[in-house]
Structure formats: C-alpha cells, structure tokens
C-alpha cells in the first residue's frame, strides 16, 4: 500500500493540465495564470490631483502670489488644454490631470473664488505650500512594463481590480475541469425520500457536488449508481466523457465492489489503488487518456467521512494540477491542538478539527469527538482536519500539529 | 464623523434581513440557517457492518462452534429476511444491516465457505470473538430528534454530507440579497480600451463585482455612471431594484460628487457619510424601504483601495447581515508583524498584508509596500488587512495585531 507522500507523487507524474485559453477578466477567479501579467500603462497614467482644490505653481506661492487667475477646469477624465504660467491655476478635481506647469494642489477649503473683470480668480488663504503637495506623480504606482502577477498564480477576486487596470482583459490559464459526479450504492435513496430498512440517504453525492462548485466548477450530478456491471458501467462511460469523474463507493475488495473493475474494462488506467491513511484507505485513481485528452477517476470510498477527506485531500489537489498549478501542500498551516488527544491504528490518521479563535497570535485546533468514517456529526463543527503521523498515539494539548484547512 | 464602531453599529441597528424561504439543498452553500436542523433518522439507521465478512452470534463462537449455516446474503440496501439462531450466519457487505440474532462480524479474509449437502457453509478461522466486533449500531453518530446544526450556521460545502443524511432536503434560511455594482466617473473607460488622456480603466466594477459573485451572489452589472446628473440618476434608480446597491466614486464633497444628492433625490436616507478610517473615509450608506422591501445602497470611494477595503469591512458584513447573519466581526484573527511598520495620519488604517506561512503555529502578517488608495499593485500580493489605531505610529516587529483577511 503506499503512502500519502507516493499518492502526492504519483498524481503529479500523472496529471497533464488542461488546454490554456484566452480567458476574459469576468471568468478569471479561481484560475492560475499560465502567464505573467504586464502591466500596458503606467499608474496613475498622469499626475493627478488627490484633492478637490486648485492647481497651482508652488514657486508662486513661494514670492507670495496668492492670487492667481484661474484658467481651466479640469474634472476627472479631461485632458487640460492649458500650460499654466506664473499667476495662473486650474481649478482641478479628485483624480483629474494636474496641467503642465503646475507641481501642487491647493484644497478647496483653503481658497476663495470670485468673479472680477469677467475673469475667474482664487485666492489661496494658506501660508507656504510646498512642491508636489496633494500631487500623485505618474507611474508612482507602477510603471508600464512591471510584472504585476507571475504565472502561477491563482486569481482571487481582490486581484481583479488591479488586472483591471493594466487591460488584462483576456488572460491566458489553463482551463477548468468539468466534473461528474457518481456516487454509487444499492442503498442509497435521494435526500428528499424516507430511507427504508437497510437503506441510507445519498450524502455523498451532494456533499461532493458542493465542494467542487464551490471551487467554480461545471459539475454534472449522474444520480447514484446501482450495484449491478451494466447499469453501473453505462454510467461510468457517461462520466468519462468529463475532465474529472468523482465516484464514491464500490470501491473496496468485496463482490460489490464493482467499480474498480468496470473503471478497467472502460480502459481507465489504475494508478493506485488503497493508500495509507486513516479515514479513506480503499482510494482509487486512474486516468483514460483519449489523443490530448485525459480524464482523472477517483473512486472514494462510501463512508461519507472518508469520501470528504479524500476529497479535501487528493482531489482538490488533482483539481489543481489539472488547472496547471502546483499540487503540493500548499493549503497546510500549524498551529497548537487544544485539547489533548488520542490516536488509535496504525496508519497516518486526518482528525476533524475546529479553528479555536481567541486573541492572541497562536492558531489552536480543538480535535472533535468523532466516530470514525461513517460520522459525519463531527464534521458540521469542523473547520478543517489536523494530521497526526502514526509515530505516536497520545498527543498532549499543545503538540504542534498540521492543519488541512477546508475551502 | 463616525467611528468604524458606530458605522457597524448603524449598519446593525438599520439593515432588516431578507425574507425567510425554503431553499433546497444545492443552492444551500452560503446562506444563513434560520432554523435548527434536526435530524429525521438515526445514524446510521440500523445496526450495521463495516467489514464485507460474515455476520455471526458470538456466543456461538465462545462455545467453540466454528463451522456455521450460511442461511442470507446481505448487501448494502437489502433488509434481512433471517433471523440468526445458534449455529446461522449471514453473507454480509459493508454498510449493510446486520441481521437480528447477530452481534458481531468475521471479516471474510478470516473464512472459508464451502457448499455442502445443498446448503452454503462457513468456517471462521479464528481464536475468539468479541461481541460487537465490526458492527456500528444504529444511532452511534447521532439520534433521530438530534439538533445537527443550529440556527445562525453559515453553510458549508462539507456540511452538506450531513444535512442530506439527515433529510434536510429544503431548510429555512433568508435569501440572499440581489446585488447590482455602478462604477462612476467620466474619466473611466473598459478594461479593454486603452486610455486616452486624463482616462483611467474602469477597475472597481469588475473587482466589486468579483467580490460579491465570490459570496454567492447575483450581480447585475450596471456598466459606468457617467458625471450627469440625469444620466446618472436613471442608472442609479435602476439600481434601486435590488436588494444591494453598490456605487463607487463620487461620494466626496468636490462639485462632481453628484452621488449623495440624487440618493438623496430618489428617497434613499443617508444613515452615515464618512467614517474615520482610512483608507475610504467618504464611505456613504444609506437605505430605501418601501413597504416590506429594503434596499441597501453603499456609496464607495472611487479609489480602488477604498473600494477595496469599503467592501471588505462594510458592504460583506452589510450582506452577512442582509442574509440573516451577525454582523460582528467575526472574520478577524490575531497575529504579529513580521516587520516593523510606521503607520502615518490621525485614522485607523487598514493596511495590505500577506501571510507569512512557516512551520510555527505563530500566525504572522506580513505589512506590504503599499502608496495608498491608489495603489492596487500591493493587493496583488495582499491576503488581507492589518489593522492599525491611530494610537501610535511605531509598531514594531513582533506586535499583536488584528488581521482582516480577504474572502
């Protein structure tokens, strides 16, 4: 069986990232940048005003000319006409274009206007003024050029403001994966119905659903899989039609476990099966590779537990390969448990945590009474899964563990 | 003007939340629960086997009798027929319910079966049995009448395993409120255009769009509100239909800050102008009500940053509010400067910060180069805010500080 670490290993050497596109700014989120973004202007683009006021030349003030013609008005988005001369201002607006010989900005506040001789005319009631005062220089900022996201990044929506501003408009990222989702389970009936003896409600395949749209993804709900080859395999083929095909279930070594072996017959190739690792040992990932097309399988096991961990785990992480980032444990923080905690097994066990918050600068992470692989209770509480090695068993509270956050 | 203590204060004593409606369980990620979640079914719902194997009577075991009748196979879904009696055992998958007569489960790597006399034969090859050995008995994880979630709960994806167990298949919670964004300002143009003299791209439309989508949310995209009054008007009235209206620029107190007036105009009550906080002190908020409906309307600053952080402090908690939430501000943490910083001027500031990730359990935030409201290449690296008093102005390496992370 491997490990978590081989299981990281074996996706990296597997996973081809999808096709880039030119994508438009409106669809960007979520995406990792297959290029470096440059900036096409400088910011601001102009020297600007950051007052309402008047624009003035300081030197002016300096020999104490405090009232000076005023030429021009310039709101934002004009561009000034004048070349101011000695005595002259323009009247200026927040973020307008400060006019060639100008180099400072005096607030409104501090001027009075009048009209005299059919000629508009400020008085400035200020002392000293110094040079670039209330001026924000062109390219200040950044200048055309700059590189203001490296390829590899991935676009949050904060970032949109500042792509905005350099007129990447259409970026180059690799795709998305479209999803198809498949749990599978002769006892499985929908959400909205009353389970019969034996039976137990589909969670799998809405939890799962929900996770990967919540990562922007397209994501097709194939309904739940019977228990018997045809129908089974029918379903499956529908699902390898998609960048990714998520199965729960049917995964293990029993007669039910169909999947693994229609996954085959369908030409998918095993890459692994079963890892080391507590909840969701019976992992299955294989991929079907059609000309430049690839499809990545996962069959995660069917306790609802372990199809979650192995999602959060190795599919998030596959997800972001397939998008052309990088797959490893980028999403892990530390932080101190806080409370003590007991491990049991031997194998490297995922622990559903909370986030303690407090005021002070150290992150805790309180281990939650949990069940096992088919409790999902725990997890309405949880905030993320803490890692514990299969090295030791007891944990006292204060034991630097790793984190997992959840999206 | 108000402090960001009374501007929260405000926002909670005016914004009315949404109506309550039955939603369905995949459009549930985000919202609000306006009621516990109760469970409808134990967990699991019968006495159950995680092993594929044999379920057997261990008393049986105990007396020595090894070699047992096969009398039922039992898979996932079925519900058994038999009742076991001395000398029975039943064929049994993983997840499916053990019959009566059972009380524990030999794996089936621990067997060996044989067909006999017409009849299906089992022998265990084992030492000994505990009772309850590879059986979860129903209602271990959770009890039918159970509360799984209380009112109040935001919903995550990973909760959704949990509320389909437990058939929450439509829960109470407020919608979530309509958004629609106006940019305003002559001098912004598309993203796509290169600007000509005096113009700046349009950047906040898009970033606040991507902003509010990234909760969920329906955005309308009102284009750009040009500086006229009766162009502007129109759009802005448009605006009103929704459930949040979010303007940016404008707002401050220069001749071509039309804003505040034609809110003013259209019936909208100013509930607060200008908040001592910077960036983004000509932050405008106010309210429509008519008849039950209430739009809120958020006049931002024009200045990316301001509209950046405006959104981030106000307008997300406006919404968490709008959807049936708590204000409070319960997305900030705690951590230390991993560099000195000096913060000028008499406000609060929020300023542009990464993490720092190490392998300590010290959160760290890392202040960045930032020029000011203009300045959007920092966001770029930014994961959220630090927040600073305007009690000192040295704060060095090491200090406790509040932290607002981005989305």
Redesign the interface.
């Known amino acids: 069986m491997i490990s978590i670490e081989q299981a990281f290993q074996l996706l990296a050497q597997t996973i081809t990232p999808l096709p880039v596109e030119s994508t438009s700014?409106?669809n960007l989120?979520g995406h990792v940048l297959a290029v470096d973004v440059i900036a096409?202007?400088n910011?601001?683009?102009?020297d600007k005003s950051?007052m309402?006021g008047y624009a003035v030349r300081s030197a002016d003030v300096a020999t104490g000319l405090k009232r000076l013609e005023v030429v021009e008005t310039?709101?934002?988005?004009?561009?000034?006409a004048c070349v101011l001369g000695s005595g002259q201002s323009a009247k200026i607006?927040?973020?307008?274009?400060i006019p060639e010989g100008a180099d400072a900005v005096v607030m409104?506040e501090q001027t009075e206007s009048e009209c005299a001789g059919g000629r508009q005319w400020v008085t400035l009631n200020i002392e000293s003024l110094a040079a670039e005062k209330h001026v924000?220089r062109c390219g200040?900022?950044?200048r055309k050029g700059q590189t203001?996201?490296t390829k590899g990044?991935v676009v949050?929506?904060?970032?949109?403001?500042?792509?905005?501003?350099v007129?990447?408009?259409v970026v180059d990222v690799a795709n998305k994966p479209t999803v198809a989702v498949l749990p599978t389970?002769?006892?499985?009936v929908?959400?909205?119905s009353?389970?019969?003896?034996?039976?137990?409600?589909?969670?799998?395949?809405?939890?799962l659903?929900?996770?990967a749209?919540?990562l922007g993804l397209s994501v097709t709900d194939l309904g739940v899989g019977r228990?018997d080859l045809a129908a089974l395999g029918e379903k499956i083929s529908g699902g390898l039609d998609h960048d990714l095909l998520i199965l729960s279930g049917g995964v293990?070594?029993?007669?039910?476990d169909l999947v693994p072996g229609i996954l085959k017959e369908l030409g998918v190739r095993e890459v692994f099966h079963k890892v080391f690792v507590k909840p969701g040992k019976p992992i299955w990932f294989g991929v079907l590779g059609r000309g430049d097309r690839q499809t990545c399988v996962f069959g995660l096991p069917?306790?609802?537990v372990s199809?979650?961990v192995g999602f959060?785990l190795f599919v998030r992480a596959a997800i972001r390969r397939q998008m052309g980032g990088r797959l490893d444990d980028?999403q892990a923080?530390?932080?101190?448990l806080s409370l003590p905690h007991e491990t049991r097994g031997d194998r490297p066990t995922y622990w559903p945590a909370s986030c303690v918050?407090?005021?002070?600068?150290?992150?805790?992470f309180k281990p939650l009474v949990w069940?096992?692989s088919?409790?999902?209770?725990a997890?309405?509480d949880?905030d993320g899964l803490i890692y514990f090695s299969a090295d030791s068993s007891h944990h006292p509270a204060g034991e630097?563990v790793k984190f997992l956050p959840?999206?």
Do not use: W, Y
């Open positions: 700014l409106a989120v096409d202007v910011s601001p683009p102009h950051v309402d310039i709101i934002a988005g004009d561009s000034p607006m927040t973020g307008a274009q409104v924000l200040i900022n950044f203001v996201f990044h949050r929506p904060t970032d949109i403001g500042l792509l905005a501003e007129g990447a408009h389970g002769n006892e499985l929908d959400c909205a009353v389970p019969a003896r034996g039976q137990i409600r589909n969670s799998n395949g809405p939890m659903i929900a996770m749209r919540s228990d293990s070594a029993g007669t039910m069917g306790n609802p199809s979650l959060q980028c923080v530390f932080g101190e918050s407090d005021s002070t600068s150290v992150r805790k069940r096992g088919s409790d999902l209770l997890l309405g949880a630097l959840f999206d």
